[in-house]
């Protein structure tokens, strides 16, 4: 018996095996990745992934196990208005700031995984900026700071 045939074989069997478990443990709805976008709150840069279609904003995080520090989904929708968000099926604690069409934010909310607790814009709000809990807090951002490069991203469908 050749050794080297078998260890071959035995080296793709297992390359084989770690790409199922790879395929089979990614999120589902996310095969997929989102286009992601640089924006800028105050001074402080994040890579968002944008969230503009009816599917993409019914999704949003859920599923999702962890987000990069300087990473976040913008919720793009078609007409200012007093949005909600929530976390159901969504394991990440975030905080979201719900953002003006002049990019302007309204005001920001803490949310906790798993929940169904309605997190309200505090007006007509044409964005939501999804982040780590405490990202905002943290970097000292607060109601009525901009968020640059919102024009930039795709538009609501």
């Not at 099926?89 to 069409?101: C, D, G, M, W």
Request: charged share 25%.
């Amino acid at each position: 018996m050749d050794r080297t045939n078998n260890l071959d074989d035995i080296t793709k069997y297992f390359s084989c095996i770690a790409l199922l478990l790879v395929a089979l443990v990614s999120p589902a709805g996310h095969a997929d990745p989102l286009l992601t976008f640089p924006i800028k709150v105050g001074k402080h840069e994040l890579r968002v992934e944008v969230a503009s279609t009816p599917e993409s904003r019914q999704t949003g995080l859920m599923h999702r196990r962890s987000m990069g520090e300087n990473h976040g989904m913008v919720f793009v929708f078609e007409q200012p208005g007093p949005w909600g968000m929530w976390m159901k099926n969504t394991y990440i604690p975030l905080s979201v700031a719900f953002i003006a069409e002049d990019g302007r934010i309204l005001n920001i909310e803490d949310m906790e995984p798993q929940t169904e607790d309605a997190h309200s814009a505090g007006g007509p709000a044409k964005y939501a900026l999804e982040v780590n809990k405490g990202w905002f807090h943290k970097r000292k951002i607060k109601s009525g700071q901009r968020v640059e490069g919102l024009k930039a991203l795709p538009r609501a469908q």
